[in-house]
């Protein structure tokens, strides 16, 4: 009797757990830019593994992930970020990950711009990079 009521017992507090959320990989991850110098805030879609230059920055996300609808959303993203020099030299500023809840966790630390990640997308308007 007291071995039914051990597994019994180990039963429910499996049931009882919850399930760790399960992740949405998308295909774009949209940012945020701003200028320091300008103030100009320019938004703008990536697709994963491509690049896109946002001043004298190269943005290329990795992997931007969210969970289902019924979840409570963690938006993520892995990024590089080069800085190209006037002399055309491509120095890496920061490899990491960016939440969209909490931009200031992980940010890009550059004098003149900042960039942060709003969100991840399955569509956007941008084209399709180019297959080769």
Request: charged share 15%; glycine share 4%; hydrophobic share 45%.
């Amino acid at each position: 009797m007291k071995r039914f009521a051990a597994a019994l017992a180990a039963v429910a507090a499996l049931v009882a757990t919850p399930a760790p959320a399960a992740t949405v990989s998308n295909p774009v991850a949209a940012f945020t830019g701003l200028d320091k110098i300008t103030g100009r805030i320019t938004t703008f879609d990536v697709y994963m593994n491509e690049t896109v230059q946002f001043g004298a920055l190269q943005v290329t996300p990795r992997v931007c992930y969210t969970r289902p609808a019924t979840e409570i959303q963690r938006t993520s993203v892995f990024v590089e970020v080069d800085q190209v020099s006037l002399q055309g030299t491509v120095k890496r500023i920061f490899t990491g990950w960016m939440f969209a809840d909490a931009p200031a966790l992980n940010a890009v630390d550059h004098p003149v711009y900042d960039v942060w990640l709003t969100d991840c997308k399955q569509a956007t308007d941008v084209p399709p990079p180019k297959s080769n």
